[in-house]
């Protein structure tokens, strides 16, 4: 099976940063697009950022121009870093990913658990 690791939340101040990362884990054969998704309280999940399989990414109008996605094949990792960061971007951050196992040999979403980031004074 396969297992996905958050790390890196936590409390920032405004116009402050922090770099997410996400660790894909278990019988992996290959990992296709990487995704971060956020759920601020009492408001639906919604999605952040995308790296496709080939490199090229895609970012919520929110976002852009202050959080970047990239992502290391080699150690099955993708990061989030977030720069200039606002109250507003306060939320449980999740990784997603769409990964082959060799268990199966089907390519199947996973979810990892969440990490918080809050921002704030």
């Known amino acids: 099976q396969v297992q996905l690791v958050e790390s890196g939340g936590g409390l920032v101040q405004p116009g402050g940063s922090l770099r997410l990362s996400c660790v894909a884990s278990?019988?992996?054969?290959?990992?296709?697009?990487m995704r971060w998704y956020r759920q601020a309280p009492g408001k639906q999940r919604e999605l952040v950022a995308t790296s496709t399989e080939s490199g090229s990414t895609n970012y919520a109008d929110s976002v852009k121009g202050r959080f970047a996605i990239s992502r290391d094949n080699a150690k099955n990792t993708v990061y989030l870093q977030m720069n200039s960061l606002k109250p507003e971007d306060t939320a449980v951050y999740y990784c997603?990913?769409?990964?082959?196992?060799?268990?199966?040999?089907?390519?199947?979403?996973?979810w990892g658990q969440g990490t918080q980031v809050t921002v704030s004074s």
């Open positions: 278990g019988s992996i054969v290959s990992i296709n697009a």
């Open positions: 997603n990913a769409d990964v082959k196992s060799s268990v199966d040999w089907r390519l199947s979403n996973y």
